[in-house]
């Protein structure tokens, strides 16, 4: 496949996209997801919504009064209660994310030009999928500056690729409120605040329910799924984190055995067909199933 075509199949997939609401009150939004309902089979592949958050260890978010909504939400998913990061500070774990590899990034210098290395967009495109990334905050879609406001370019990966078009590297504004026109895989990056970076978890918890559970709720009755990981913990050997994966066909409820963000990509490759990435390879895919 071309890469005009991608280019065209990504713009289509953010037709009819419109702004991203006005925060509204927790009381405005419901407070917690619903329980989940019979999986229903839909016309094609199915969508998958990967949301990443900051610098939390998974003890300050499971059991936490000040994240309600992701411990209803880790009630109705399933949870990975040994998963890591795979490295610290932020930016090698977004790459492993993306693409099977840190790149030989160890630091959040900016800019990482990572050329045309196989990344999860590419393989998407070529297997006739398609990709996007909405962070909040980004000022214009394809910008590839280091930083601006409340957006830092070491949590947007796909920037740092040649072979992923600027189409796909979109600010959040530009998520559909339709989300069947979401592309086959979306990647959602809050900012700074949002993201529990440089404000608390009870910030972020509101961010996920008000911007996320709407996703899932879809998702449920549409094939598709939402993952919520996180980037790393606050800095300790362990690097425990929370991650976990809920919508259609998921058996909740916890995981034993060893994962990290190789996994998740693995998962996400092994659900589309697509051959596993660098690390990928060797990593053990999440069991949605008990």
Request: charged share 15%; proline share 10%.
């Amino acid at each position: 496949m071309s890469k005009a075509w991608f280019h065209i199949a990504a713009v289509l997939a953010l037709a009819g996209c419109t702004a991203s609401p006005a925060p509204s009150s927790p009381a405005a939004v419901p407070s917690s997801p619903a329980a989940p309902p019979s999986p229903a089979s839909s016309p094609g592949p199915g969508h998958v919504v990967v949301a990443v958050f900051e610098n939390k260890a998974y003890q300050q978010l499971a059991g936490s009064s000040k994240a309600p909504y992701l411990n209803a939400l880790m009630a109705r998913a399933a949870v990975f209660t040994d998963a890591h990061g795979v490295a610290h500070p932020s930016q090698p774990n977004y790459l492993a994310l993306f693409s099977g590899s840190t790149q030989g990034v160890t630091d959040d210098h900016c800019p990482v030009r990572a050329g045309a290395a196989p990344n999860l967009a590419q393989q998407l495109q070529a297997a006739g999928h398609t990709f996007a990334g909405y962070s909040e905050g980004l000022p214009a879609p394809g910008y590839r500056g280091c930083s601006t406001g409340r957006y830092a370019a070491k949590h947007n990966p796909w920037a740092d690729f040649d072979n992923v078009p600027a189409a796909a590297n979109q600010p959040y504004t530009a998520w559909p409120a339709d989300p069947a026109r979401l592309p086959t895989v979306a990647f959602v990056i809050p900012d700074l605040c949002d993201d529990m970076h440089d404000c608390g978890v009870a910030t972020g918890d509101a961010w996920a329910r008000e911007h996320l559970d709407p996703y899932l709720r879809w998702a449920d009755t549409h094939d598709s799924w939402l993952v919520v990981t996180f980037d790393e913990d606050e800095g300790t050997s362990g690097n425990r984190i929370l991650t976990l994966v809920a919508g259609a066909g998921v058996t909740p409820g916890p995981r034993a055995g060893t994962v990290d963000h190789y996994s998740v990509l693995r998962s996400i490759e092994d659900r589309y067909g697509l051959a596993p990435l660098g690390r990928a390879a060797d990593a053990t895919p999440l069991p949605l199933h008990a």
